[in-house]
């Protein structure tokens, strides 16, 4: 394992359908981030998990949004009833702790149509 | 955090250095400056971080004003693949990685 890994790499889908975004961590590290970025740009701050525990969402993470990381290890993001707006790249991130780097995923492209 | 401020665009020639630099006029006593790049379509990478004292790795270094209100990122010898985005962030120390991105710096590099 040589980083976070990210699945779909893209992925198209029909307004209103269901989507669900995969994140594998480098192994042992156990605060993982999600970021979304939109075209042009930062990445903004979605969530995160200590372990298995979510312990901040950001306001940007409507109701349609959940995100899970049921044993600590990998970690699913869906969104529910997507909308145009939810386009954009989901980008995952995980860390050893509170003193180390966070490294990024490749990111999830998502193109409602 | 406190906000940081960075040049939208600047272009740099292959060989040469580049200079990218970053303001950070409200930063507090126990936050880090940290560097990220992005390249097109890539996920962001990190690159260096430092609290007071110069930082310098493999990929750049990082000069920190003594008043921390500002700080440069060098490339010493830029190539094209150094072609991104480049992303400079305070963060609080041991705090969690809520990283506030900003616009960032769009760096080309030209042959």
């Known amino acids: 394992d040589t980083g976070v890994s990210q699945n779909p790499r893209h992925k198209i889908t029909k307004r209103g359908q269901n989507v669900t975004f995969r994140c594998d961590p480098i192994?042992?590290?156990?605060?993982l981030y999600w970021y979304r970025q939109t075209l042009g740009q930062g990445p903004e701050f979605l969530t995160y998990?200590?372990?298995?525990?979510?312990?901040?969402k950001s306001r940007l993470l409507s109701d349609r949004f959940s995100a899970e990381r049921p044993k600590g290890s990998f970690s699913t993001l869906e969104i529910q009833r997507t909308e145009q707006g939810d386009s954009a790249m989901y980008l995952c991130?995980?860390?050893?702790?509170?003193?180390?780097?966070?490294?990024f995923g490749q990111g999830t492209r998502l193109t409602v149509v | 955090d406190a906000k940081t401020t960075q040049p939208p665009s600047m272009d740099c020639a292959e060989g040469r250095a580049a200079n990218l630099p970053c303001n950070h006029s409200?930063?507090?006593?126990?936050?880090?400056v940290y560097w990220y790049r992005q390249i097109h379509s890539q996920g962001p990478q990190y690159i260096i971080h430092?609290?007071?004292n110069n930082e310098t790795n493999e990929m750049a270094s990082l000069i920190i004003t003594e008043d921390r209100k500002s700080s440069t990122l060098i490339l010493p010898h830029a190539t094209l693949r150094d072609t991104a985005v480049y992303y400079c962030?305070?963060?609080?120390?041991?705090?969690?990685?809520?990283?506030?991105f900003g616009a960032g710096t769009t760096v080309t590099v030209r042959a």
């Open positions: 991130a995980s860390s050893q702790n509170l003193n180390t780097e966070a490294f």
């Open positions: 192994s042992e590290h156990n605060r």
């Open positions: 998990f200590q372990n298995e525990a979510q312990l901040e």
């Open positions: 409200t930063i507090s006593g126990n936050e880090y």
């Open positions: 430092g609290l007071k």
């Open positions: 962030i305070v963060r609080v120390a041991e705090g969690d990685y809520k990283l506030s």
